[in-house]
Structure formats: C-alpha cells, structure tokens
C-alpha cells in the first residue's frame, strides 16, 4: 500500500471515529460527574519492564548490554512525566512475553496488538503501525504470490506477531522460528530457509545494520499482517494501563514523540510518511486523548468540589433532617415501618439482633441487614449500660427512657432513650427483647448548652429570656434588647399576638421549639425550652449568620461547577464540530489547508480543559478574582477567527478569571454562526467604575421579540435550530463577574452585545 493510499484509508477512519465521538461526549461527561466520587490512585513503586535485544530500530541493546531503541526511549520518556520509577532488564522475546502473562514483570514497551494476545494482555493505544512483508535471497525466481510461500520453508521470530499471522492463516507447511531476526536474517542470507516474514521498515533497517545485501523484500501484500505497537501490560492492571496512556499522550502533545523518531529512524525515502500523513495517523488518538484530559477534567473537579462541600457541610449545624421513606423487605412490617421515626429493634436471648426497622440507616448510618444477626454489643459505647439494661429487664420485665450511648457506622456517638421489654415464649422462658429506641442527641446538647448559657444569662452575648406561660416577659438580659425592639415590646405592652399564641402553645405541649429571625443584619436561631413545674418559657439566642452564609456559599459553588461543566462541554463539542468538517473537506477535497484548522482546533481544545484547571483552582482556594487587561484578553481569542475581519479599539483592565476568554470566544462564534457577520468592530469604553466591551456585529441581527431569551438556556431559534447554551455561559459568567450583558439593535443591520465589568482600582 503506498503512502497516499495510507493516509487516505487513515482519513475515512478519523471521520467515522469523528462522528462517533461528536455523538458520545456528552453522555461521557455525564458518567464523569456521576462518578466524581471515585479516586485515582498513582504508582508509586518501581515498574519492572523487559525488552528484547534484536527489533531495531525499536529494541535493541546498546555496547553496554543495556536495553535502548525507539520504543524503550518511549516508555522511559511516558514514565518520566507520570513520575514512574522503572527498571528495564532485557530478555529473548518470547521469555519475556510469557513472564509478563505469570506477572514476573509488570510492562513491555513493543508488542504488536492481536487478537491472540488480547486475551492475555491489556495494551495503551497505537504508537506505531507498520505492514508485514516478505524476504526472499535475491535471484529468488518462483515465489511471485502467497500462495508461493505453501511448500517453502518460513522463519520469523519465535512468540512475534508474524508467527501468530502464519500460523493463524496458514501460509505454509514449513515453519520455523529463532529468537531473534538478526539470526533468521543471518541463516536467510547463508541459504538455510527461502523466506522471512516480518515486518517490512524494521526488515530494511536491521538489513542496513547487520550490512546483509543480498536480500530482497518482495511486493507482496499481506492482508490482516500490519502490526499496531503499543505498551503492554498484564491483563487487567487497569491502573498502569491509565498511568502509561496518560504519559504517552503528553509526550505526544509536547513534541517529545517527534524528537526520539527522529533519532532513531533512519530515512527511508520511498517508505517515508509526511507530517500530514502522520498527522492524520495520530488524530483519532489525539482526539481521544482529548475527550479523556477532558473526562477527567470534570471528574477532577467534581471530585474536589464535592470535598469541598463536604468540608461546607460540618461547619453547618443540622437542627433537622429530611424524613425518609425505606421500603422494608417483609411485606406483615410495611404499615409500620414506612411511618416509624424511632428505631424499632428485636434481639433474641442471646444478644443477636434479629429484626430493625428502617429507621435505623436515618439515627446510625446502618441498614438494617447490616446488623441484623450481628451481636447488639456491636452498637454500644459502653457494654456496663446493656448489663445494668438487663439486670433491670430482668428484674422488672420492661424498661422506660433509659439512656445509653450507641456507636453510628461513621464512629460517632448518639445518646438514646431505649423503652424495651422482655418476650416470654408459651413455656414461659424469656425468648429475647424487643423495644424502641428514640434518637435525643439533639435534645441533650441543646440542653446541656441551654444549662451552660443559664449559668450566666447577663453575660451571655446572645439574647436569653424568660417568659410566664401566658405570654408575659419576666427576665431578659442586655443582648436580647434588640430581639425585644422588633417585637415593640414595653413594660406597657405585652408580646405580639402571634408569639404570645407560640409561647403559650410550646407550654402547652411541653416541647422544645426552634425558630429563627432577622435581627439587625444578623440570623438569629431562638429555642424555646417549656419549665412545666415553673410555669415558663426560657428562650435562648444563638447567632447563626456564619451557617446561612456557607449555606449560601455552597449554593454558589454549585452554580459555578454548573457552568464550568457548560463551558467545558460547550466550547470542546465545538471544537471538535469544526475538526469533523475540516477532515471530511479534506477526505473530499484534499484541502491540506484543513489541517492546519484540525491542528489549531486541537490545541485550542488542549487549551480550554487547562483554563478550567485553573479554574478549579479558583473554587478550591476561594480567591478573589484577578485583573485582567481586556485588548490582551481579546487579541488571544481572535486568533481562532482568521478569516473574520476583526477590529479592536481601546483598552481596560477589570476583575475576572479563565472563563472570560470562553466569554468572549461565544460572543464572536454567535455572530458568525448566527448572525452571518463577516466583519466585527470591538470596542472596549473605560468608564468610572466599570468597563464597557460593545461587540458590534453586521450581520441578520437579532429580532425584538426574542432580546429577552436568547440567554436562556436552551432556547432554540432560527435555521440553525440550535440551542442557546453559549450566550447562557455568556451571561452566567458575567454575572460571576458581578457585571451584566445585554444586546441591541446595530443600525441598519446587525446586533451590538454590550458586556459591564467591574474596572479596576487604579493605584494599588
């Protein structure tokens, strides 16, 4: 096959995998976030890896017996950037394919992906793809087709991709195998066997090494034997496999590939691809390495946004959880379980739980067939609490609100109030214990802070009171005159009507009550504590602010993972929208100007999944947003628009962050894709407090009666049918920013986005 004819077969690939990625991205993203939770381990111990001696220019040992070549170079440069300690030893080929199938080593750096050796190994993606060919001694007369090789004697390498190719398909009766090619080569020459098979640029280059001239390679072509070299590793070492094709596809990305080609390929004209060829070769690969960095881009900062909301989540005191419904297994235990709130339990007489209502996994974190016929000692702080429950179960044949200390799944202690009584079989033998438990953690801290906060009402900073069961105030302390002021309560005066109506009825039913209220600027929590035996209420303030804003600040942190996943999917989906067109004008037309484009998109996708790195960074450490000169900002994002006639006047610096450049990259890709423009006048106006960036389109414009939706998310119009999810990002970006956007009409035809930012502050 020529080279053409290569690149061209190459080409159609990379459109057909376009088209599935393009149509698989975002359900891949939707797995990373579903499971953000998982973690990525590193290797940290020393990686033993084996290579053979004679497969040059790939492997081969250098003066010192030490492993080297193309492929090794490979791996130990993959290794290096995922900072692996490896050990290279080096062995006959077939020794050491058999020792990484029983796990002696942990890699291999050249192994010919087939499908014998997919059942024993896990392999990284291509490298390297060559063809097989046939080796004859010149003057060889009667082999012209394959079917010549059936009678003749055929040598390759023991254990190597071609033995499994004439094996598989039968190419001749007669076949032999040596350790190395340097020895068939070398026999080949003398006379021994009348054909090598092997690989076709690695047969001319140990040819050219070892000086044998006296061999040809025929024009035969073996269909089904063209060899994909990668890296292998045991099958099912899933965590090596991410390890290696994370480093092979940086060492790809930053030009290192293309340095240790260079080095170790000699030129070899007629068989030479060009960096067009090449490029298309590796462009499914470079694309899926993308949709990987990208995958786990989102995982990433899933992950670390979900850590942080965990962390948000213990600075917050929960005063009451949602209620919910469990479905129990037994159908005779439905009607009660599904409204019970306490734990309902039974254990026989010999301590072995054997029956739990669902209500446990809500109080201790169990489910209950996590415990049932498990020993109810598993849950006890303190074994001398079940001992003193027994010895008065014993005596008394029931219990009520005896108090004890349970152990939750997560270690944490709970205090419960256990009701229990014995069960007595018809022979009258007890049979085990069954009772209620009812969850009072809750209750006894807020007592034991409203007994604390008792011990010095005057000098407590937060309100304390106390009020008669009718309504009348009776002691407060300095701190809770402000509580006092909003309820316009004087001496004359009693409590508005609907607190008087709230103490009296938390009297009434003897429970402590929690509610809360604004006071001055402040978010005060009161508990209402019932004194049945005083006849009185005494409420206690407690300062909440601090609580309502990291709740509030968890909720802008989902909202800003929510547009951190939008721009990510949005502008790489677009990227690779723009890299399907340009290879399928290229299949087509052979326009090698759409290269450039594929390469350019490339990069610009790289370049994006590193911004919301940064970003992530962002979220993580909660800085604030840093200054970012506009002009500059702009000049870097209209590189991607060549052929658009771009004119930018003025300059400004306002606060922002990554995003800004997904901001403004939107704003163009919607005038050309939308609005038809091919000419854009940008303007950045520095005002007083703000900066004004008027983005001035001469396109179709937009219609009045849709100005209001166009940055709804979602929102479909026009031709296109496409949805509005760029000028969404667009706008809930901005809104970070604490600016705005609007659009207006360009006179006589067109649209003028308008972007405020918060400027600057000069002198500092």
Not at 37 to 53: V, W
Not at 82 to 105: F, R, S
Not at 475 to 501: D, G, H, I, R
Not at 511 to 531: A, C, G, Q
Request: glycine fraction near 6%.
């Amino acid at each position: 096959m020529s080279v053409k004819m290569f690149a061209k077969t190459r080409a159609q690939n990379v459109s057909a995998l376009l088209f599935i990625i393009v149509f698989i991205i975002l359900p891949f993203g939707r797995i990373a976030a579903q499971n953000a939770g998982r973690n990525i381990k590193t290797k940290t111990d020393t990686i033993l890896i084996a290579s053979e001696p004679g497969y040059p220019p790939f492997c081969i040992v250098d003066e010192e017996g030490n492993a080297d070549g193309f492929s090794v170079d490979l791996i130990k440069a993959a290794a290096e950037v995922m900072n692996l300690n490896i050990h290279i030893k080096v062995g006959p080929w077939a020794q050491i394919k058999q020792e990484l199938v029983d796990g002696q080593i942990d890699a291999l750096p050249l192994v010919g992906r087939s499908p014998e050796r997919e059942e024993v190994f896990d392999f990284t993606f291509p490298y390297h793809t060559m063809n097989g060919a046939v080796f004859v001694r010149k003057g060889t007369k009667d082999i012209k087709i394959l079917e010549d090789l059936k009678q003749k004697e055929i040598v390759v390498m023991r254990g190597n991709n071609a033995q499994e190719f004439v094996t598989r398909d039968s190419i001749s009766h007669n076949i032999y195998a040596t350790d190395t090619y340097d020895i068939a080569f070398q026999q080949l020459s003398e006379g021994k066997y009348d054909a090598v098979i092997a690989q076709k640029l690695m047969g001319l280059q140990l040819l050219n090494e070892l000086g044998i001239d006296n061999i040809d390679v025929l024009d035969i072509e073996l269909e089904g034997f063209s060899q994909d070299f990668s890296f292998a590793v045991q099958e099912g070492d899933k965590e090596l496999l991410a390890l290696l094709n994370e480093g092979l596809s940086i060492i790809v990305a930053n030009g290192t590939y293309d340095e240790l080609h260079k080095k170790w390929w000699t030129p070899i004209e007629e068989y030479s691809l060009s960096f067009q060829d090449k490029l298309l070769m590796l462009l499914p690969y470079i694309i899926s390495i993308i949709i990987i960095i990208a995958i786990i881009a989102i995982f990433i900062l899933e992950m670390q946004v979900k850590k942080r909301t965990r962390n948000l989540r213990k600075e917050i005191v929960i005063r009451k959880q949602t209620e919910k419904t469990l479905k129990a297994s037994e159908e005779k235990y439905r009607s009660i379980f599904e409204s019970f709130q306490n734990i309902y339990y039974r254990a026989n007489n010999k301590g072995i739980i054997t029956d739990l209502s669902p209500s446990v996994l809500k109080i201790s974190g169990y489910k209950p067939e996590e415990l049932i016929g498990k020993p109810v000692d598993v849950v006890y702080q303190n074994t001398a609490d079940r001992i003193n429950l027994l010895k008065i179960l014993k005596e008394y044949g029931k219990v009520t609100d005896y108090e004890l200390k349970l152990i939750t799944k997560d270690k944490k202690v709970k205090i419960g109030s256990i009701c229990s009584h014995v069960i007595v079989g018809k022979d009258g033998e007890i049979q085990g214990i069954e009772g209620v438990i009812r969850d009072i953690t809750e209750r006894k801290q807020a007592m034991e802070e409203i007994e604390q906060l008792a011990k010095f009402p005057a000098e407590n900073p937060y309100p304390v009171l106390r009020i008669s069961s009718e309504g009348k105030v009776i002691y407060f302390n300095k701190a809770s005159e402000p509580l006092l002021k909003k309820w316009q309560y004087t001496k004359e005066k009693s409590l508005p009507s609907e607190w008087k109506q709230f103490i009296i009825k938390t009297f009434e039913e003897n429970i402590i009550r929690t509610t809360e209220i604004e006071i001055e600027n402040k978010t005060m929590s009161l508990t209402f504590t019932p004194i049945i035996e005083k006849h009185f209420v005494n409420v206690y303030g407690l300062d909440i602010t601090e609580r309502m804003k990291a709740e509030e600040e968890l909720k802008i942190n989902r909202e800003r993972l929510k547009t951190a996943n939008s721009i990510l999917r949005h502008d790489i989906t677009n990227d690779l929208t723009v890299i399907k067109s340009a290879v399928d004008i290229y299949r087509d037309e052979q326009d090698e100007t759409m290269l450039d484009e594929i390469e350019t998109r490339v990069w610009k996708s790289i370049e994006t999944i590193q911004n919301q790195r940064d970003q992530l960074k962002f979220l993580e450490s909660h800085a604030e947003l840093d200054e970012y000169n506009l002009e500059e900002a702009l000049h870097k994002v209209i590189k991607n628009y060549p052929d658009l006639k771009i004119n930018i006047t003025g300059t400004c610096t306002a606060y922002a962050d990554n995003a800004l450049y997904s901001v403004f990259d939107n704003i163009i890709s919607n005038a050309v894709r939308h609005g038809k423009t091919t000419q854009l006048d940008i303007d950045i106006i520095p005002g007083k407090e703000h900066c004004e960036i008027r983005f001035k389109d001469y396109g179709t414009g937009v219609p009045d009666e849709i100005k209001d939706k166009i940055f709804d998310e979602g929102f479909h119009y026009g031709e296109t049918g496409h949805t509005g999810i760029g000028l969404y990002i667009v706008q809930k970006t901005v809104e970070e920013y604490d600016g705005e956007v609007t659009v207006e009409d360009n006179k006589p035809h067109g649209a003028i986005f308008i972007i405020r930012m918060k400027k600057t502050i000069e002198g500092f």
